[in-house]
């Protein structure tokens, strides 16, 4: 059964950076499109950015030049380099393939962006 744990959250302040971390359980890892995904309270979950099994990358607009996905697929695992952090940014985010696979929701991490 394949598991995600996210990590690397935390409380920064605005115009810093976190780098957070996902790590994937199972074999089927490497087949999958992976994604980073957020919520802002009171808002839906949106994709933030995703990773094809070979590098490709695509950001949404509002992150684009401040976010950075990559994986390992090595260690079935995926990261997001954020920089120039806004208030806008501050959200729980999760990592989950793309499109998106309801049953493997992990607890994702919390990320504040707050001065």
């Known amino acids: 059964q394949v598991q995600v744990v996210e990590s690397g959250g935390g409380l920064v302040q605005p115009g810093g950076s976190l780098r957070l971390s996902c790590t994937a359980s199972?074999?089927?890892?490497?087949?999958?499109?992976m994604g980073w995904y957020r919520q802002a309270p009171g808002k839906q979950r949106e994709l933030v950015a995703r990773?094809?099994?070979?590098?490709?990358?695509n950001n949404a607009d509002t992150v684009k030049g401040r976010f950075t996905i990559s994986r390992d697929n090595t260690k079935n695992d995926v990261y997001l380099q954020m920089n120039s952090l806004k208030p806008e940014d501050t959200a729980v985010y999760y990592c989950?393939?793309?499109?998106?696979?309801?049953?493997?929701w992990g607890q994702g991490t919390q990320v504040t962006v707050s001065s």
């Open positions: 989950n393939p793309y499109p998106r696979v309801n049953a493997l």
């Open positions: 199972g074999s089927i890892f490497n087949s999958y499109v």
């Open positions: 990773i094809t099994n070979t590098g490709g990358t």
